[in-house]
């Protein structure tokens, strides 16, 4: 099963936008977007990708809906993964920030 996730844009630089999911940050690649994308938008991500744009009207209504489905899913396996995925790539972009820094 696949499931995207939606993030506010922290940066955009290029086709790399930093974005923010419930206070985890990490690069989600924007190549497969036709509109741009700016600081502030909300999009889905899919295996850090962005597969759509959230119309900012729907913002409220979408996070709504994932924080519903996340804290109702206790041990559920997917929301886990999702977790984990996010945790997984926050550690390897501070990895890379070390990396760049030494």
């Known amino acids: 099963m696949c499931l995207g996730v939606p993030g506010c844009v922290f940066s955009v630089r290029g086709n790399v936008a930093v974005v923010d999911f419930w206070g985890t940050k990490k690069n989600v690649r924007l190549d497969n977007l036709a509109e741009p994308i700016l600081a502030g938008d909300y999009i889905i991500d899919h295996q850090g990708y962005a597969v759509r744009k959230i119309d900012m009207d729907a913002v409220a209504e979408t996070l709504g809906m994932y924080e ?35």
Do not use: R
């Not at 997917?78 to 977790?83: G, L, N, R």
């Open 68 to 102: 519903i489905i996340l804290s109702e899913a206790g041990c559920d396996p997917i929301a886990t993964e999702v977790v984990a995925e996010l945790e997984h790539a926050a550690e390897i972009d501070v990895e890379a920030e070390e990396l760049v820094l030494a």
